[in-house]
């Protein structure tokens, strides 16, 4: 989990992983015995009953008894030594994490028979690891043979240094394993630098710019040669000092003090060669919306080349590159993910990859909005995915849905039946769009000008109704109007910019759109003005937008049945289906 916190999901996991063991029959005691108590997880935590279905209690002086709790230690400790990996930028959560693990291991530790002494608990501690699981100065492909041989050790070491501090026999065991490792890690360190993307790149432009000046050739060069060589110089010259400041920036930014190494603080994740391999699963619910200085997401953006600095989709795409060549991704994100313009570019890089989605809806009371739950596996090309849905605490599997949905609709659709899908295809293969006809734009950001005096009347969405203006919003002086978003132009309709959810009878939604009588009204941002063209009739647009077929189609198939904050923006206005014949058959009102 690379946003791990305090460990829930670790903690569920290695519950997950033992009840799944007794499912397969193959959770055995130390003599091979295979273990035929129920075990169970309820709640997240581990329930195990005899045959009688009584729940188990541990007694020492039982020898089946004794058998069965030494097998769950023996288990817990086995998967929590090498099995379970979390990373957290926050010092206090990771200590929380590594105490909950531990906890989790005591509830299972028994009494030795003979000497009746409680068996030592393992140092569970060095999986879990503090840093910032986006940002690390090395490359997972950086090359860690040089080191290696610096310090005359194999990657077998530094995995058995591992493995020796787990279950040292002695403190002075343990303080020799820390030692090894630090050195280890700390040879890597040094030794890579100069190794940074940064670095190869200055490397690569300065012996570029060293071939140019130093090329040699039988011909005298022409003016318009030299021209170009010179400007290549020039460019190269800027390149090579932009690098150095940049790497130099890199070396003493306060945001690299946090980075993280996946290149190396893992090693059961390398192979022989210290080549890394990666995890088998990448689980989690990473943090998003995540307030961020001007340096971090500087560096963000420099690190991924994204276009966004939203957590939750870098947290989608480093999780998906610490993957093994067939490893499986599945987070908790927000439900934005299937369908939100920001964030679009993730979604066509995972769309193809994609195994199950399932909408959760509003999951937790203190959070506003909905998540879902994706699930997807590296390098393996699928044409279709699993639909799924939550119903409070249990989730229902919907249909299988054909990938090629993606690209008619342009969202990860979901939670919709076969017969929508039909209807909703027939619909937009048969229409333009409102943003073909018209221009969408919003009023102008004046609400802070409002008052009660001025000279002209301003309006706001919740002015805007279904059958015209109803009331004003305030008053505002003529000569603090310079943004023509606020006027009224000609053959447009008005809508509330912040379209309303209703949950009543049954979830939908209810688009407010007005056309206006008096054209002399101020606008501010909480309206969108649709601007149409001059042959279209408003009368016929305003009817659409408030029919039962548009705002069902608008609710399935552009805010994928969310229940949330939905915005009458052009990402909303350009898939709003229109009749592409409305200038020929239109009946008179």
Not at 78 to 99: K, P, Q, Y
Not at 123 to 141: H, P, Q, V, Y
Not at 554 to 570: E, G, H, P, S, W
């Amino acid at each position: 989990d690379p946003a791990v916190g305090s460990g829930h999901f670790l903690v569920s996991a290695l519950n997950e992983i033992i009840a799944l063991k007794r499912t397969l029959t193959i959770l055995q005691d130390k003599k091979g015995r295979i273990i035929r108590e129920y075990i169970e997880v309820e709640n997240d935590e581990l329930i195990i009953k005899d045959e009688n279905r009584d729940l188990y209690s541990y007694k020492p002086n039982y020898p089946d008894n004794q058998s069965i709790q030494e097998t769950l230690f023996n288990e817990k400790k086995t998967i929590i030594e090498n099995c379970l990996f979390g990373v957290d930028i926050n010092l206090n959560s990771v200590n929380i994490c590594r105490l909950r693990l531990w906890i989790e291991l005591l509830k299972n530790a028994y009494y030795h028979p003979d000497t009746k002494e409680l068996e030592t608990l393992p140092n569970i501690d060095i999986n879990i690891k503090c840093g910032n699981s986006l940002i690390s100065r090395f490359d997972l492909n950086s090359d860690l043979s040089v080191a290696l041989k610096k310090i005359n050790l194999t990657i077998a070491d530094y995995q058995q240094a591992i493995k020796t501090y787990h279950n040292p026999k002695t403190r002075e065991e343990k303080e020799n394993s820390v030692k090894l490792i630090n050195q280890i890690k700390e040879t890597f360190s040094t030794v890579m630098t100069g190794n940074t993307p940064l670095e190869n790149q200055l490397r690569d432009t300065e012996n570029e710019l060293y071939q140019l000046q130093n090329q040699t050739s039988l011909l005298a060069e022409s003016e318009d040669d030299k021209k170009n060589r010179q400007t290549t110089e020039k460019r190269l010259k800027q390149e090579i000092n932009k690098l150095k400041k940049d790497i130099e920036d890199e070396k003493n930014n306060v945001v690299y003090r946090n980075a993280f190494e996946w290149r190396f603080e893992f090693p059961e994740v390398l192979n022989q060669k210290g080549d890394f391999i990666g995890f088998d699963l990448i689980i989690g619910n990473p943090p998003y919306g995540v307030k961020l200085t001007d340096n971090q997401k500087a560096i963000l953006n420099y690190i991924y080349s994204y276009s966004t600095t939203e957590t939750a989709i870098l947290f989608i795409k480093k999780g998906y590159e610490l993957l093994n060549k067939f490893g499986l991704q599945s987070y908790i994100i927000p439900k934005s993910f299937t369908y939100a313009s920001n964030y679009k570019k993730i979604r066509e890089d995972t769309i193809n990859y994609l195994t199950k989605i399932v909408d959760c809806g509003k999951v937790w009371q203190d959070v506003k909005l909905e998540v879902c739950i994706f699930q997807l596996i590296k390098n393996l090309v699928s044409n279709s995915y699993d639909s799924l849905k939550r119903y409070d605490e249990e989730i229902r599997y919907l249909t299988n849905l054909n990938k090629q949905l993606f690209q008619e609709f342009s969202f990860i659709v979901n939670g919709i039946n076969e017969q929508e899908i039909q209807l909703g295809l027939k619909i937009l293969n048969s229409c333009q769009f409102l943003n073909d006809i018209s221009t969408n734009q919003r009023g102008a950001m004046l609400q802070e000008l409002v008052s009660n005096t001025g000279n002209l009347d301003v309006i706001g969405g919740e002015q805007v109704q279904k059958y015209g203006i109803e009331g004003i919003k305030g008053k505002i002086d003529s000569k603090l109007v310079n943004n023509n978003k606020a006027f009224i132009k000609p053959n447009s309709i008005l809508v509330q910019r912040i379209v309303a959810h209703i949950m009543n009878p049954i979830d939908h939604i209810a688009i407010m759109a007005s056309i206006p009588e008096n054209q002399n009204l101020i606008l501010v941002d909480t309206i969108n003005q649709i601007e149409l063209e001059k042959k279209i009739k408003p009368e016929f647009i305003w009817a659409l937008l408030h029919s039962k077929l548009v705002n069902w189609y608008v609710y399935l198939f552009v805010f994928a049945k969310a229940i949330r904050t939905m915005q009458f923006d052009n990402p909303t206005t350009s898939k709003i289906p229109i009749p592409k014949d409305i200038t020929k058959k239109k009946q008179p009102l």
